[in-house]
């Protein structure tokens, strides 16, 4: 028997009681594991699919902790998008009808950190747990339009429905994902929710706009602050006599450099302070501080590759992965988004490397995806440096790498739909071992 896919943007156009119907007819056969004339568009079948493994229960009356106070506002202070909510705020209370419409503002992790909207639909938002500090993670919620497009990495819409738990079904998300203009790191989402008949056709399109408009926010503050420290940092640097210097912001990213080669970005430790450090890739520094960032003159001259020792991937985490290096100029450890915890994974699995195609087919199952490849492995490049060779992709022969795995390997990287993730799920028991044997 064929499947018909709803066109669920026409429907609700059309007629939002008949769209809530259908999805409900579908959702109850889909998840009732019965025959059905229709089926939920590829993105919501994935989600269901994911969750149904996870064993939520489409039925239970979902649980929501609330972060406390205190932890609301570290997130807060500590997420680049909240140099973004005044201007995200400012146009939805422009275009939307603020009665009908909440605007979310959640972390990477699916934390709720801000949200605006009238007084009903706030109302309408706390009886479903759409409050500051809830976690709308697929892992908590399941299928929904904050979770959903976080772990999908593109803007999802999802209708009534096809919501997983019952308890959303009377409601209608819209979420696109906003990432660091500098590295392409998920640093959040954007989400706009409300009933049902109160959804335009045009919400989703105008949901990522706001993603974008945030990113673009965040890339200019970007500029201005380095054009700040270049400022701060050049009468500094004409006074070197021809010493190596280089003046980089908290984050490492170069505002300017004299008599150095140009690297957009240097690793900082995170234990860096005034007075001497040691930076991958630069060796012993002298460093001192700036309003906003470093100056940093080596005072020998920047290792070699043949300084990299060891890497230690650490997976073993549900959410948090970093990878650290160890070589003579000290130990570094940095964060990881999903895709560069993927990338690393599959090429410390594989040590005789993978080409730019093999490595699309195991991310997207697209082998043509190559341009996304390439341009994630430049990034890591950034901060692997030599440590990551090319021409295939590998890691350099002469280093040493370890993956620590999660104790029970099919909890690898939980929230990663990658082709390549999901078979070394399916490889064996997890562990730790030396050169990615796991």
Known sequence: MAHTVVDVTRLAAQDPVQAAQVLGEMRTAALGSRRAGMAPRAVIEESWSRVL????DPDREPRIALLGRDEIERRRQESPLRHVVPVLRETLLSVAEPAHHIMVVADAEGRVLWREGGAPVLRRADGMGLEVGADWSE??????????????????????????????????CAGAPINDPRDGRLLGIVNVSGPLEAMHPTTLAWVDSLARLAEARLRELHLTSLERLRAVAAPLMARMDGSGALAVDRDGWTAAVASLPYTPRVVLPAS?????GSVPGLGPCAVEPLPGGWLLR????PAEARAVLRMVLDVSRPRHWTVTVSG?????????SLRHAELLCLLALDRAGR?????????????????T???????????LGPLLAHRPYRLHEDAEVEVRFP???GGLLPPSTAPGVVRARAAGPGGTGPRGTG
């Open 53 to 56: 493994r996870s064993g939520l």
């Open 139 to 172: 892992e908590a919620l399941a299928t929904n339009g904050v979770g959903t497009p976080l772990v999908a990495r593109r803007p999802v819409q999802v209708f009534s429905g096809e919501h997983f738990v019952r308890a959303l079904l009377r409601w209608t």
């Open 272 to 276: 860096l302070s005034a007075g001497r």
């Open 298 to 301: 080596p005072q020998e001259p």
């Open 328 to 336: 003579e100029t000290g130990d570094w450890t940095h964060v990881l």
């Open 355 to 371: 080409t730019a195609s093999t490595l699309a087919g195991d991310l997207f199952g697209d082998p043509r995806r190559t341009v």
């Open 373 to 383: 490849v390439r341009a994630e492995l430049s990034r890591m490049r950034r901060y």
């Open 407 to 409: 104790a029970d390997r």
